[in-house]
């Protein structure tokens, strides 16, 4: 007779801690939240809100193709509307250091980077992506939002009674954070991407965000 298969362990800890090496434990099991907590330095704070003041709209996407562990990503002419702003470079060092962390972490060969400028929620309900991991960082503004297992019904995903009245449920991404959200795509993780969505803003409100997807 055969024994009947354990059942999986549902991933439950997102953890969070002030050093890079938190984002390792996105590699465990159990783990579908890894955030470093992170201060950013003065020249690149100030650079991003320079950026959100000038009220341009910046939305940027490219596929970097990163072939082997000291391939340095290829980020010429990224936001370049605004390499005249103090702090551009210290931004681009920024962003060149979490792509190449991002990518030595999983192994991956090739990311996908959007960089953009908003000023509405863009995935306004709670959901979860299908993709095996995103990184998020917010550079300016509110960061995201998102719910600890067990706060909404995964089944009523999108259904906006079903998303949670009490305000205290709902954790949030503070700006400088770097987040890494498990997906659907997960390998084992099927069923248990983080629900997160994006948070409101007020009239006139902005942010500045990077996100890296993890292609190949």
């Not at 600890?148 to 709902?170: F, I, N």
Request: hydrophobic share 40%; charged share 20%.
């Amino acid at each position: 007779m055969l024994a009947p298969n354990p059942k999986r362990e549902v991933p439950v800890r997102q953890v969070q801690g002030d050093t890079p090496r938190i984002l390792t434990q996105i590699l465990d099991d159990d783990t579908n939240l890894a955030v470093w907590q992170r201060q950013l330095p003065a020249h690149i704070s100030d650079f991003a809100a320079m950026v959100l003041s000038m009220d341009q709209p910046l939305a940027e996407s490219r596929v970097l193709d990163l072939p082997h562990e000291d391939a340095q990503p290829a980020l010429d002419g990224l936001a370049a509307g605004f390499g005249d702003l103090h702090g551009y470079e210290g931004f681009i060092t920024d962003v060149s250091w979490l792509v190449s962390a991002f990518a030595c972490l999983l192994g991956a060969k090739r990311v996908g980077l959007r960089l953009r400028t908003l000023d509405k929620a863009m995935c306004p309900r709670f959901h979860v992506d299908h993709v095996p991991v995103r990184l998020i960082a917010t550079y300016a503004g509110v960061g995201s939002q998102w719910l600890k297992e067990g706060v909404m019904d995964r089944r009523c995903l999108g259904q906006p009674d079903a998303e949670p009245g009490d305000p205290h449920a709902v954790q949030q991404f503070a700006c400088g954070d770097v987040a890494l959200l498990k997906g659907e795509k997960w390998h084992g993780n099927e069923g248990m991407g983080l629900i997160h969505r994006s948070p409101q803003l007020a009239p006139g409100e902005r942010r500045l965000i990077l996100t890296l997807d993890w292609l190949a």
